[in-house]
């Protein structure tokens, strides 16, 4: 169970305000607190910045530069989840992509994690296989609770929605101001529907795809995968 916050903007922006809204998400936000480490990736036209801590996002201080693109999670690992360390904290970097997951999932450990984490995981198969492929084979051969989750590959974001469970906890909010897309798992903005990736090129476009045809159920298996 996490929270995060990703940013895509024509313009450089100050981070600080986005942060500050995670940190109230984390501390205070949907089945709080969310203290077991946090970071951000941070990319404008000349340089990226990967930062992490396993402190509580609400320890830290924020001392970032602008950027035109944001992605940052704070994470509360479940019941039975990896230890709090660097290395299954996100964003996760593997060939210049970066990922985010919000939710579990049962999935064997890849070959090439580095953590121990399902997410770490989940997103080398989606390396793998290609998001839609990915998404439908997870779907139909593993336990998962949500596999909400942030993708920026090939300079597009990929906003990932889809959950079996707690569908009030497992939300994704995404709203256009001031040249700017911000994606969250609190707040305003237009919920993004279940079993749907929201798909934002460079230009700021947002265009809309389910995972499935048919609606997603809890209970039942997706048939006829696009």
Excluded at 38 to 67: N, Q, T
Excluded at 70 to 91: D, Q, V, Y
Excluded at 129 to 147: A, D, H, K, P, V
Aim: glycine share 6%.
């Amino acid at each position: 169970m996490c929270r995060f916050i990703a940013v895509m903007s024509s313009n450089p922006f100050d981070p600080e305000p986005y942060l500050t809204e995670l940190e109230k998400q984390a501390r205070y936000g949907k089945n709080s607190p969310h203290g077991d480490g946090w970071g951000i990736w941070l990319k404008d036209d000349k340089r990226e910045i990967l930062h992490k801590e396993i402190v509580p996002i609400w320890e830290s201080d924020f001392k970032f530069p602008y950027a035109k693109i944001m992605i940052a999670h704070a994470r509360k690992k479940g019941r039975e989840g990896a230890r709090k360390s660097l290395l299954n904290t996100h964003p996760f970097i593997k060939n210049n992509s970066v990922f985010i997951h919000n939710g579990m999932v049962k999935l064997e450990r890849h070959l090439y994690s580095v953590g121990e984490t399902d997410s770490e995981s989940y997103f080398l198969y989606l390396l793998d296989m290609g998001l839609l492929r990915g998404l439908q084979f997870i779907s139909e051969n593993y336990f998962f609770t949500s596999l909400n989750s942030v993708l920026y590959k090939d300079r597009k974001m990929y906003v990932i929605r889809l959950t079996r469970k707690m569908e009030d906890y497992y939300t994704i909010f995404i709203k256009k101001e001031d040249g700017k897309i911000i994606i969250t798992t609190e707040g305003d903005g237009k919920m993004i529907p279940n079993n749907t990736v929201a798909i934002i090129n460079k230009n700021l476009k947002i265009s809309y795809r389910r995972i499935f045809q048919d609606r997603f159920h809890p209970e039942d298996k997706p048939q006829n995968p696009l």
